[in-house]
């Protein structure tokens, strides 16, 4: 079953335009001028249950305006949507029931409350019962170890004790879709990883669709296995992570440090980044040429060090938006 279906779905805003200086200022108050800005144009894309999924895009792409259409927090312009069968605008109380958010840069707990008396008042909102609230605060506190700070009050806590916390209150009333936007941002690696295997967790064993988004590539490597791109309300990619390392890095970094003295000259398909001193930094690419036809350029005795690694997958992506 698809827990998410979107087709043809387009949303435009009604946006108002101002001169410079307050002579302008005061001529967009009796004489108004608009804009339309086509947010999303026309996408189309379908989400398995129990997948994770990175939606991503520069700011401005329309990935905000999209998620808030599939919860029902805005009405398309046209086309359809469905989420674990309900159509968002129309059944949203109903969908409520169904899905859970995190935002990284807003709370949606009680900073005033400890982590327990929020989860459960987001308990009682869900209509759940007192023994269902107990149980499932049990359960998803002793998997994400809140022991020590669960009476501790939202406010006093750390970013990273908070995102954990965040995430178990989307979670209280066990929903089939959690949409994740930018849940690791501000938190230091150490609490970035915690998370991250907190959220794999999650999927693997409640079989959680995971629909997130992200600007640090490290979520999107190490957490989901498909990648949707927009850039200007457009789909420009929808690919596995996999097939997105093959056929767009094919390329390759090679950094070589020679041997006093040696000399070196590369053929076409070979880039030099940097050259300093005996240092070499090179871009290889592969569909000229192989890592075997870069060490022929070179006497192996010349070789002191050498070592290949994969173009930055954030250069990847950048190169991707920019086909929009």
Known sequence: MKAIEVKDLTKSFKVKQK???LKGS???IFKPRYKMIEAVRGISFCVDEGEV??????NGAGKSTTIKMMT?????DSGEISVMGYNPSKERKKLAYKIGTVFGQKEQLWTHLTPL????FFGSIYDLTEKEIDDRINELSEKFELGEFINTPVRNLSLGQRIRCEIVASLIHNPKILFLDEPTIGLDPVVKDIVRKLIKQMNKEYKTTIFLTSHDVSDIEKLCKRVIIINNGEIVLDDSMENLKYHYLNKKLIDIKLVDGAKAEFEEGITVLKNKKNNYKLEIDLTKKSIS???KCLNADDIQ???ISN???EDTITTIYKKR
């Open 311 to 313: 173009v930055p997958l």
């Open 26 to 28: 005061i001529k967009s």
């Open 305 to 307: 060090d050498i070592n």
């Open 72 to 76: 029902g927090i805005l009405y398309p």
């Open 53 to 58: 999924l990175a939606f991503i895009g520069p």
């Open 19 to 21: 001169e410079k200086g």
């Open 293 to 295: 036809d870069v060490i």
């Open 117 to 120: 008396d929020n989860f459960r």
